[in-house]
DNA sequence: AGTTATATGGGATGGAGTCTCAGATGGCAA
DNA sequence: TTGCCATCTGAGACTCCATCCCATATAACT
């Protein structure tokens, strides 16, 4: 019936839902409606009411532990950083929708909880790269779930910012704030790869739109 | 009818019933009915299923932010472990408790995402609290984010191995953690006081359980 | 046209959580 | 004792989330 699959109608339902008349007064009868399909559906494309707002978390966790998953001792800086990156540019890519979620877990608690225990999963992913990876020599169980836990709090800080309107440039400003949180744990930061880095994502938005918000990202840094 | 508390007498029936059928198979009037109260007063005691099993979060999450509440930046160390060690030593009073919770976190996808929601307010707590009382002069939001994610990483490291049983002095080696984390920051560990620490905090425990079970982590310590 | 696979909606079911109301219980004073 | 008040309790109805089954539709291929 619409141009837009049905997933996409049903999850721009419910954001819009959402923000009209509230998260828990929104029942998924009524996101089905204005998506046009049944009820079953929804549950066909979400396994919840809470998943419609988080449609690609467990694609985009996925995606960093592939990447993770493709280094080795020598590249493991340098994985990390790629990684955290990554989920950085899948907000940025995301655009508007971004902003809208984190309006929603802000207020909503049932919302929020879901997304620390995604950011959690994120978290330790990171931990036990770390462990196989990094600290050869100072390994200890105890500093990979440091360096994990600074890691996921380094890019959360950043992320907030970027969300909260607080910063222009989110993708070098996580960067920098990664170099700090890896620099506590006193690694050679030159193993640190810099210049250009080119990451292959999947992201349901349209590629116009994923290419003009990382040409408003990137540009303020291509004019050094 | 019997002498414990209805509260407790639901907590006992719902770990009970948990443990025999698992947790998605018991039902909340299972848990009412065995208990010998009706159903509706189930949610009168605890908010929702999940609840039941960390009947106390809140109260724990109040004591450690009045901890918090009573230092100044002379002696934010000191709080900071302070705390750490108020939440180490509520595991440890509950005994057995703990490591039933733990064995049901760990496998129910619905109770870890709970848990890891209420860790994420500690984090929160001891972040504002860093935020505004240590690093006064390399003051940064990023600095406090870190700080904060790796104390509440040390702590939750040394928590689960001791609810794994791998760990037999938890205090001493929460303190160790503790220690290890803060000093990638920089900070003086001579801030840190040290020598005989005592805390005051309620539980629903009796005081002979308490009392031996406290017995038991410190004696080894007191060997030294 | 026939057949198989897949997508969809309807309806039934069960359990969580909320709400209301009626009855029980236990002081406490007259 | 009686009456009054506050608090606690359980029953039942209700909404909604989530799962399940099944009948139908659409398409795709033979």
């Known amino acids: 019936m619409s141009r837009a699959s049905a997933r996409d109608r049903l999850a721009d339902a419910a954001f ?17 409606e204005r998506a046009g399909v049944g009820r079953s559906s929804f549950f066909r494309y979400y396994r919840s009411k809470e998943d419609v707002i988080f449609p690609d978390h467990e694609r ?37 929708r971004a902003r809208h979620r984190y309006r929603l877990t802000s207020t909503i608690p ?19 790269f770390i462990d196989g990876w990094i600290d050869e020599g100072a390994r200890s169980a105890l500093r990979a779930e440091l360096m994990a836990a600074t890691v996921v709090a380094a890019h959360n800080h950043v992320l907030r910012r970027y969300l909260r309107d607080e910063c222009a440039d989110p993708v070098s400003e996580v960067d920098a704030a990664l170099d ?7 690694v050679d930061p030159r193993a640190v790869s810099t210049g250009t880095t080119v990451l292959a994502f999947e992201t349901p938005e349209r590629p116009e739109e994923v290419f003009a918000a990382l040409r408003r990202v990137l ?4 004019k050094t």
């Open 219 to 222: 540009e303020p840094r291509a």
């Open 60 to 96: 985009l966790r996925q995606q960093v532990a592939a990447r993770l998953a493709t280094s080795n001792q020598a590249t493991a800086i340098t994985a990390v950083s790629d990684a955290v990156r990554l989920v950085m540019l899948y907000y940025v890519s995301e655009g508007e």
């Open 180 to 186: 700090q949180a890896i620099a506590l744990f006193g």
């Open 110 to 128: 049932a919302l929020r909880d879901r997304e620390i225990a995604s950011v959690a999963a994120y978290q330790r992913l990171f931990r036990e």
């Open 16 to 32: 819009a839902l959402f923000a009209e008349f509230g998260y828990e007064q929104t029942t998924v009868e009524e996101i089905a």
